[in-house]
C-alpha cells in the first residue's frame, strides 16, 4: 500500500514538472537591423524631381506627422553621389536672405553629412573632405566644408562644385530637393576621395562613406522648431552612419532604418535582452513586426541621444512588443505595448525611462498566486496585476497596482477589486496587503483583519490552472488509490 502511494506522488510530480516544461518551451528569437544606408548605380538628373532610380536604393524616414516628415533616398556614380528627398512639412518657412546669410537653419531645409574618406573623426571642427551641407526649400545652399559644425554659412561651399535643386509642391503641403555632392575633391594639394572597388566580384560592396541626415523644421526666421536627425552623433563625424555602394541594392535592403521583428506565425516571443544599438533614428523610426502573415507598422521612436535596449521578461502567450515615445515629454521616455494573447487586447506600460549604458528591465506577466487567511474564507486568490506608471533607476517598478481577489466561502465566491502599495519591482515575491476580505465589504473598502501572510508565487494564469487541474486529478487519483487499497484491507479483515 505505501508503495502505491509513492508512485502515486512521483507520477504526479513528473507530470507536473513535464506540464512547465511544456508549457514553457515555446519562445521564438527575433533580431533587429543597424544604422546602414545603401545606395544604389544612377546618375539622375539634378532638377528636384525623383528619378525612379531611387526607388532601388535605400530610403532613410525622419520627422513626425504632426510637424514635418522626409523620405532621403541616395544613388551614386564613380564621380559623384546624388541625394533626393520629399519632406512634408505642414507650415513652410522662408526667411529673408540677410537672416539666411547668418541662421540659414532656420529655413525649412535638409542637411546632408558626407565623410568621403570615413574618417569617423571625433573632433567638432569638420575634417578635411568632410562636408556638411544645407539645402532649403528655396534651393539656397549652405554648410561646412573645413570650419566648425554648426557655424552657419561658409564661402567655400562653392569649391565643392555642388550642384542642387528644389521644388515647393503645388498643393503646398511640402517640397522636394535634390543634390549632386563631388565623391573626390582636392585641398592644398591633398586628395580626399573613397576607395571604390571596380572589380567585377564587387557588385554588392563598391564602396561607402560616413554619412547623415538631419531635418530642420522651422515655424518663422526666429527660430527653428525642430530637427530630426537619422544618427545620434551629428555632431562629430565618428558618430555618423554609413552609405554603402552597390550595383543594385536587393529590395530586403531598402529600408535601412526601419527595425524588421518577424514572429513566426502562432507562436510567442523569447525572454532576454533585444538591443536597437545601431538603429539611431531620433523619432518615428518604424518597428515592423510579422504575424500570421499580416504586417502592421507601429512609430517606435528611439532616443536623440543613445541606443535602446531593454530587457524584455515575458511569460508565455505575450505577443507584438511595440516601443513608442510619448507626446510632450522628455525624448529618453517611452511607452512599451505588448499583446497580451491571453486577453486578446494590448497592454501597455508607461513611461519606461532609457539612460546611457543602462538595460531598462520589463517584467511583463500575469501574476497568480495564494495564500491562507483566518476565518471563514478559505483561500484569495490573485488573479491579475495592472501595473501603474512609476519609473525608478530605468526599472519598471510597480509602486501601485489594481488585482482583483476572489474570496471562497462554504456558500459563495466574491470577486472584488483592490489597491496594493509594492515595495519592489514585480521579481518574484509581492508583500501583500496589511487586511483581508470578509463577506458583505463593500467592494471598495479592505477590512484589517488577522491573516497568516505568505508570499505570493508568481506563475502564469496557464501554469496555476494547469497546477490545480493537475492537483486535482492526483488528488483524486489518489483517493482512489487509497479507497481501492482500504477496501481491500477491509475484505481481508472480514475474511480473516
Not at 537653419?105 to 556638411?132: A, H, K
Not at 573645413?146 to 503641403?173: C, L
Not at 496557464?462 to 482500504?486: A, E, H, P, Q, Y
Request: glycine share 6%; hydrophobic share 35%; aromatic share 12%.
Amino acid at each position: 500500500m505505501k508503495k502505491r502511494i509513492a508512485l502515486s506522488i512521483t507520477a504526479f510530480l513528473a507530470f507536473a514538472s513535464l506540464s512547465h516544461t511544456l508549457l514553457h518551451s515555446n519562445y521564438q528569437p527575433v533580431s533587429a537591423a543597424g544604422g546602414t544606408a545603401y545606395a544604389s548605380y544612377g546618375t539622375p538628373t539634378i532638377d528636384a524631381d525623383k528619378d525612379d532610380r531611387y526607388d532601388f536604393s535605400s530610403v532613410i524616414s525622419l520627422g513626425a506627422e504632426s510637424t514635418a516628415r522626409c523620405d532621403v533616398y541616395a544613388l551614386w556614380d564613380y564621380d559623384h553621389v546624388y541625394v533626393f528627398s520629399n519632406i512634408w512639412d505642414k507650415t513652410l518657412s522662408h526667411i529673408d536672405n540677410d537672416v539666411f546669410d547668418v541662421t540659414p537653419w532656420y529655413s525649412d531645409s535638409l542637411e546632408i553629412f558626407i565623410d568621403r574618406t570615413s574618417s569617423r573623426s571625433s573632433n567638432t571642427n569638420m575634417p578635411y573632405g568632410n562636408v556638411q551641407l544645407r539645402v532649403d526649400l528655396d534651393n539656397r545652399l549652405s554648410g561646412m566644408c573645413n570650419g566648425v559644425i554648426w557655424a552657419g554659412k561658409e564661402n567655400n561651399i562653392e569649391s565643392q562644385v555642388v550642384t542642387s535643386a528644389a521644388k515647393i509642391w503645388d498643393d503646398g503641403t511640402g517640397y522636394s530637393i535634390e543634390i549632386k555632392i563631388p565623391l573626390s575633391i582636392e585641398y592644398n594639394g591633398v586628395t580626399y576621395a573613397p576607395t571604390l572597388n571596380r572589380g567585377d566580384d564587387a557588385a554588392d560592396n563598391r564602396g561607402s562613406v560616413g554619412y547623415d541626415l538631419m531635418l530642420n523644421n522651422a515655424i518663422d526666421s526666429s527660430t527653428r522648431q525642430d530637427t530630426y536627425t537619422w544618427s545620434a552623433g551629428v555632431g562629430a563625424p565618428a558618430g555618423w552612419n554609413t552609405l554603402r555602394f552597390m550595383d543594385e541594392v536587393p529590395e530586403e535592403l531598402r529600408t535601412a532604418n526601419i527595425e524588421k521583428v518577424f514572429i513566426p506565425a502562432n507562436s510567442n516571443i523569447a525572454a532576454g535582452a533585444y538591443a536597437f544599438s545601431d538603429t539611431v533614428c531620433a523619432f518615428d523610426k518604424f518597428l515592423f513586426y510579422a504575424l500570421d502573415n499580416n504586417m502592421e507598422t507601429y512609430s517606435q521612436g528611439l532616443s536623440k541621444f543613445w541606443s535602446l535596449t531593454i530587457d524584455y521578461r515575458f511569460e508565455v502567450e505575450i505577443e507584438k512588443i511595440v516601443v513608442r515615445t510619448h507626446a510632450d515629454v522628455y525624448p529618453t521616455n517611452f511607452k512599451v505595448e505588448y499583446y497580451n494573447s491571453k486577453y486578446s487586447e494590448w497592454e501597455t506600460v508607461w513611461d519606461v525611462e532609457n539612460n546611457p549604458g543602462v538595460v531598462m528591465t520589463l517584467n511583463i506577466e500575469d501574476q497568480i498566486g495564494q495564500y491562507f487567511i483566518d476565518g471563514p474564507t478559505i483561500t484569495t486568490r490573485f488573479v491579475r496585476f495592472v501595473p501603474h506608471t512609476n519609473v525608478s533607476n530605468a526599472q519598471i517598478s510597480y509602486s501601485y497596482a489594481l488585482y482583483e481577489l476572489q474570496t471562497f466561502t462554504p456558500d459563495r465566491i466574491q470577486t472584488v477589486t483592490r489597491a496594493a502599495t509594492l515595495d519592489s519591482p514585480i521579481d518574484g515575491t509581492i508583500p501583500e496587503p496589511q487586511g483581508t476580505v470578509i463577506n458583505n465589504t463593500p467592494s471598495d473598502e479592505i477590512v484589517d483583519a488577522p491573516y497568516s501572510p505568505k508570499t505570493v508565487s508568481l506563475l502564469s494564469k496557464t501554469d496555476t490552472i494547469m497546477g490545480w487541474t493537475i492537483l486535482g486529478l492526483s488528488i483524486s487519483g489518489l483517493g482512489i488509490v487509497l479507497g481501492i487499497c482500504l477496501f481491500k484491507h477491509k475484505k481481508r479483515k472480514e475474511i480473516k
